[in-house]
């Protein structure tokens, strides 16, 4: 698990990332893009996902090229018809329906004459009908029409993008006049009863027909994998036995030859296309078997989506390296799995939105775990840079009181008559360069906790003039030894809260920066004022070396030192302004630097 001391900022960052993949997944799936990507996917599960087979209900009266040549061609494709359904007659098919729009008389009288003989001796007889462009219908001759049990439409619903025939639409309407698609009628021609409607469905009886009126009515057609069982006419002329085929059957009866021009792309026809009188018999087969496919909520795949990214990222916030690998992989199986076990359940899951959400999630996530990774690594870099600044400091910070302690002792050891005088003064110098020494490492290492979050900052309250005034005390001899004026003016008498120790080291650090590179002969000035928030400004001015702008923007990184601090001839790490700039910020204060070469600087808490 990942260790990131914004804490949970990056599983926000994490789940802000993974959601949005999940959305980018479901506007894929929208769009045009993604909607035919959905439909190749529909087709190949399609193909994949059979259903057992079953016994046709339905069989196919063709009217084929060898049938059309023995009539005189379509000119007299009624006398054909008439002369099928003559035939077929005895062997009493459930119902027949015709796939002709029979809208004009034909080439003869004759021809019109025995069609309409023909129907009225065929029972439970469905004639075609089809919605013109400008909303009206075109429906048999009355001679044909009073003969039927019903007019059903011959629309069937084409994909814009591949013109691949997938559903239907059980509904067709303009103005007042509406009509049920012919595999529906002839259903229910066969079972008989009346079509009860509701907003969700269609009821037959005691079959229940999913097809919303959001949705037109719109019913997906569940193909045979095996062509509908069909005999032509011009097969029963030579044949007649073959009549006993569409006993008890439904009849679909229209043209198949290709010149008619009447065939379709299916989900199964790998470019073979198929007469759209076939089709119709495979619209009556979804109905008699109930084999419908019925799209899922689009709630439900939202919710799916949502969860599939937010488990790519949460295999990537708890695990690492091929464990999350693999476990992304199961993922992003486990969301192509998902769509084929719904259909298998007749339910059609869209193909793209969990895949896109998937990989899209897993790419967010992988990335995100990248990242924080190498943060973990600079992290830990600047880690390792902090503790060898920190021997740095240690080695030279240190020095002078270990030099103080170090040469007292040896004086005291290797002069044994030393009088008791000297030999106590060399003795208070070591305890105090000691206890010096203490404070400076305790100080340095409080500053290194609190910088590394280890510490909470010490919360007591203690004047402000105090503070200015002790660490004058300590720097006046240093600036004695320069012939420096340290003038402290008016300080206000603000009580400060927090830690005192640090914050002497920050404004002792400041001071002997001053007088160090100060030249000889000039004034050091401590002032402050309150401010109109209830804040204090404690300024440190000099007149010394002072800093270009560029110099100004870099001054509080750790060991940076200025060019003309570096030719002063002056010791030092360029730690302590640092160090300086920390103790201020976990104060909840600033520090401000105003400065021109030549001309001195002021620093400014």
């Known amino acids: 698990m990942l260790r990131w001391r914004s804490g949970g900022n990056a599983y926000l960052v994490l789940m802000a990332l993974v959601l949005a993949s999940a959305a980018a997944g479901l506007v894929l799936s929208w769009v045009s893009f993604g909607l035919e990507f959905d439909k190749y996917a529909y087709d190949f599960l399609f193909r994949l996902e059979q259903p057992k087979s079953w016994q046709p209900g339905s069989i196919i009266l063709a009217i084929d090229e060898r049938t059309l040549s023995r009539y005189g061609g379509m000119t007299h494709v009624r006398a054909a018809l008439a002369d099928g359904l003559e035939k077929i007659r005895g062997a009493n098919p459930a119902a027949v329906a015709v796939d002709m729009i029979l809208a004009e008389p034909g080439a003869s009288e004759a021809e019109d004459r025995g069609l309409e003989a023909a129907f009225a001796a065929t029972p439970r007889l469905v004639l075609a009908c089809y919605l013109l462009g400008d909303k009206t219908w075109e429906v048999p001759i009355e001679r044909f029409r009073r003969h039927a049990f019903a007019l059903g439409h011959v629309h069937a619903d084409f994909d814009k993008y591949d013109a691949v025939s997938r559903d239907i639409p059980l509904e067709?309407?303009?103005?007042?006049?509406?009509?049920?698609?012919?595999?529906?009628?002839?259903?229910?021609?066969?079972?008989?009863?009346?079509?009860?409607?509701?907003?969700?469905?269609?009821?037959?009886?005691?079959?229940?027909?999913?097809?919303?009126?959001?949705?037109?009515?719109?019913?997906?057609?569940?193909?045979?994998?095996?062509?509908?069982?069909?005999?032509?006419?011009?097969?029963?002329?030579?044949?007649?036995?073959?009549?006993?085929?569409?006993?008890?059957?439904?009849?679909?009866?229209?043209?198949?030859?290709?010149?008619?021009?009447?065939?379709?792309?299916?989900?199964?026809?790998?470019t073979i296309l198929m007469p759209g009188i076939e089709m119709n018999a495979n619209e009556y087969e979804t109905l008699a078997q109930q084999q419908f496919l019925v799209d899922v909520s689009p709630v439900a795949v939202v919710a799916v989506c949502i969860a599939l990214a937010i488990a790519a990222g949460l295999i990537y916030a708890f695990l690492e390296g091929r464990a999350a690998n693999y476990a992304a992989l199961a993922l992003a199986l486990i969301s192509q799995v998902v769509p084929a076990a719904a259909f298998s359940q007749r339910v059609v899951w869209p193909w793209l939105p969990g895949t896109a959400a998937v990989l899209l999630a897993i790419a967010m996530s992988a990335g995100?775990?990248?990242?924080?990774?190498?943060?973990?690594?600079?992290?830990?870099?600047?880690?390792?840079?902090?503790?060898?600044?920190?021997?740095?400091?240690?080695?030279?910070?240190?020095?002078?009181?270990?030099?103080?302690?170090?040469?007292?002792?040896?004086?005291i050891s290797r002069y044994g008559s030393m009088p008791e005088v000297k030999r106590q003064q060399m003795a208070d110098l070591i305890n105090s360069e000691s206890k010096r020494l203490a404070r400076m490492i305790e100080t340095f290492l409080s500053v290194e906790r609190l910088s590394a979050g280890e510490m909470e900052l010490k919360r007591e309250k203690f004047p402000?003039?105090?503070?200015?005034?002790?660490?004058?005390?300590?720097?006046?001899?240093?600036?004695?030894?320069?012939?420096?004026?340290l003038e402290i003016a008016a300080i206000p008498a603000n009580d400060l809260t927090g830690d005192r120790?640090?914050?002497?080291?920050?404004?002792?650090?400041?001071?002997?920066?001053?007088?160090?590179?100060?030249?000889?002969?000039?004034?050091?000035r401590v002032f402050g004022e309150n401010d109109d928030r209830g804040g204090v400004h404690l300024s440190i001015e000099d007149q010394g070396i002072g800093m270009d702008k560029k110099e100004v923007s870099r001054i509080f990184e750790k060991f940076y030192r200025t060019r003309r601090a570096?030719?002063?001839?002056?010791?030092?790490?360029?730690?302590?302004?640092?160090?300086?700039?920390?103790?201020?910020?976990?104060?909840?204060?600033?520090?401000?630097?105003?400065?021109?070469?030549?001309?001195?600087?002021?620093?400014?808490?």
């Open 464 to 485: 402000l003039a105090q503070v200015v005034e002790s660490c004058a005390q300590r720097a006046r001899p240093l600036a004695e030894r320069k012939n420096i004026e």
């Open 501 to 524: 120790e640090l914050m002497e080291y920050a404004v002792y650090n400041l001071l002997t920066n001053a007088v160090k590179y100060s030249p000889p002969a000039t004034t050091i």
């Open 172 to 270: 067709v309407a303009a103005g007042r006049e509406r009509h049920w698609a012919l595999a529906l009628e002839t259903f229910r021609a066969v079972r008989g009863g009346t079509i009860v409607e509701s907003p969700d469905d269609l009821m037959l009886g005691s079959i229940r027909i999913p097809s919303s009126m959001r949705d037109q009515r719109v019913m997906r057609i569940r193909y045979l994998p095996v062509p509908i069982p069909t005999v032509t006419v011009a097969e029963l002329d030579t044949h007649p036995e073959l009549a006993a085929r569409f006993q008890g059957k439904a009849v679909f009866a229209g043209v198949t030859a290709q010149a008619a021009g009447d065939r379709w792309l299916t989900p199964y026809s790998n």
């Open 368 to 411: 995100w775990r990248h990242l924080i990774v190498r943060r973990e690594l600079a992290d830990a870099g600047q880690e390792k840079n902090r503790y060898q600044r920190a021997m740095q400091f240690v080695t030279h910070e240190m020095r002078t009181p270990l030099t103080a302690i170090q040469g007292s002792s040896e004086l």
């Open 566 to 605: 570096e030719q002063s001839g002056e010791m030092g790490t360029g730690i302590g302004l640092s160090i300086v700039e920390q103790i201020v910020r976990e104060h909840g204060g600033t520090i401000h630097v105003e400065s021109e070469p030549g001309k001195g600087s002021r620093f400014t808490l």
